[in-house]
């Protein structure tokens, strides 16, 4: 009965509307920026390897690259390895397309929720910074009462994906993952994540943030030389899939009747949807991370951020679905997530590609819940208006990585794809109210790129 309600709800929040909305605003955003975000996407990358200015302890408690890090630690996750699979499977090659092109008009949403994270951060008593959507709606909006009633509810929301999606979900796909390389009691398994999430934790997000400015490169890196492999040995499908991701992509033929069921709006729908919930832009959670950056350029900080989503989707995502597609895979497997990429993996390098995936979800899964672990922190402080709740929080959190080890979460995840829902729509409220501060902060930033000051 809940499970059938919370489908509808479900089915209701990440229908066409929200789908549309999410991309939209990226699209006004993208026009209302004259395009910046796009065209300085190279400088971005480029400030993301270079080495950046130290500024005063005051100015943040992390450095910017340990920022993107933190932010891409809860990004890049379950969802670069099962989520591709889950969109190709649903809405076939051509979905891939339409996560490259919603990735795109990400790249806008997700510069100016780091652009207003850090231009409405405040510092709370223990000197730390605290910035997000929940600031922004606060500080930004010249309407406050709706301003502090949507930063609640925004707030409300992520407190409860930290514990969902961000914890629970993570921890049951690491304990999947471990059990498949090796005969490990699910309880072991959950009482070494609880006990590893607990002693990162406890140092706060510098200890997050040095720890993850570790974890995810090499992480990422070592997935993607291994997915690069498999795209290699099988090389000669890559034109023939390419092919089929754009066709897909853009097809109008029938699959189930209707314009509704054209191979192009069921790829469109599940490349949005799962692009989506692997990149996060538009969500509001990123820009979290990015308040906590040492910088005194709103701009600077908001362009390294926003290379976020094209690391997470234009990039791992990308070599996922290349390696997927040119194994053949699809073509005759019932698989579906993460057991299909380990299908296309062992394709190509026999039992050791599905070890390769296995640790790379255990990996990806746990920078995750470490990353949420942040974002729901600080959305409860905000709440309570204290500090003195954090070591409350980090020793329930750490304890519900051990109960999500062994739960059945079929309910989990619907719950917490409602609540990633709900998180979205009073950010997106936020990001279109107050676009024109974002703008300003754009185009500032670049007059002083003109004048050789940044």
């Known amino acids: 009965m809940i499970g ?31 395009l910046l975000p796009l065209r300085n996407l190279f400088h971005a990358l480029k400030l993301v390897f270079s080495k950046q200015k130290e500024h005063k302890a005051e100015n943040g408690d992390i450095s910017p690259f340990q920022s993107l890090m933190t932010a891409l630690a809860a990004t ?19 979905a891939v397309v339409w996560m490259w092109i919603a990735a795109l008009f990400g790249l806008s949403t997700k510069y100016a929720e780091s652009v207003l994270a850090v231009k409405f951060r405040e510092k709370n008593s223990e000197g730390e910074m605290c910035g997000g959507p929940m600031y922004a709606m ?4 010249k309407f406050k009462i709706l301003g502090k009633i949507l930063a609640a509810l925004f707030s409300v929301f992520t407190v409860i994906a930290s514990f969902g999606i961000g914890n629970m979900a993570q921890a049951n796909s690491i ?18 994540l609880s006990a590893m999430v607990m002693l990162i934790l406890i140092g706060g997000i510098k200890s997050i943030g040095r720890v993850c400015s570790v974890i995810v490169p090499t992480m990422a890196i070592g997935y993607i030389l291994c ?13 023939r899939g390419l092919f089929e991701m754009i066709n897909g992509a853009f097809s109008f033929r029938s699959v189930s009747g209707g314009l509704a069921g054209s191979a192009a709006v069921i790829a469109m729908r599940a490349g949005v949807s799962r692009g989506v919930f692997s990149n996060e832009a538009g969500l509001g959670s990123a820009p979290i991370a990015a308040a906590a950056a040492n910088t005194d350029s709103p701009s600077r ?8 989503t094209f690391f997470d989707t234009l990039l791992v995502c990308t070599i996922t679905a290349f390696a997927i597609s040119s194994s053949g895979v699809l073509e005759y497997s019932k698989n579906t997530g993460a057991s299909l990429t380990i299908e296309a993996f062992e394709s190509a390098l026999g039992s050791f590609g599905g070890v390769i995936v296995a640790i790379g979800l255990v990996f990806f899964a746990f920078s995750t819940i470490i990353g949420w672990e942040y974002y729901g922190e600080k959305s409860l402080e905000y709440l309570l208006k204290t500090k003195k709740t954090a070591p409350i929080y980090r020793t329930v959190y750490s304890l519900v990585s051990f109960v999500g080890a062994s739960a059945h ?35 500032r930033y670049q007059e002083q790129r003109k004048k050789g000051i940044q």
């Open 4 to 34: 059938e309600v919370l489908d509808k709800i479900y089915e209701l929040l990440w229908g066409a509307p929200m789908l549309i909305l999410l991309v939209g605003t990226g699209v006004f955003l993208t026009i209302r920026l004259r």
């Open 175 to 192: 304990t999947t993952a471990v059990r498949s390389l090796a005969d490990v009691p699910v309880w072991l398994c959950g009482a070494l």
């Open 301 to 308: 900080q908001a362009y390294i951020n926003m290379t976020g």
């Open 76 to 94: 890049i996750g379950t969802g670069n390895i099962a989520g591709v699979a889950t969109a190709l499977v649903l809405g076939g090659p051509g």
């Open 409 to 443: 979460l079929e309910l989990v995840w619907r719950f917490s794809d409602i609540t990633n829902a709900l998180m979205a729509i009073p950010n997106l409220i936020c990001l279109l109210v107050l676009s024109d501060v974002a703008a300003k902060e754009c185009f």
């Open 227 to 239: 997915a690069l492999a498999v795209t290699a040995i099988n090389i000669e499908n890559l034109p």
């Open 138 to 141: 606060k500080n930004g909006f």
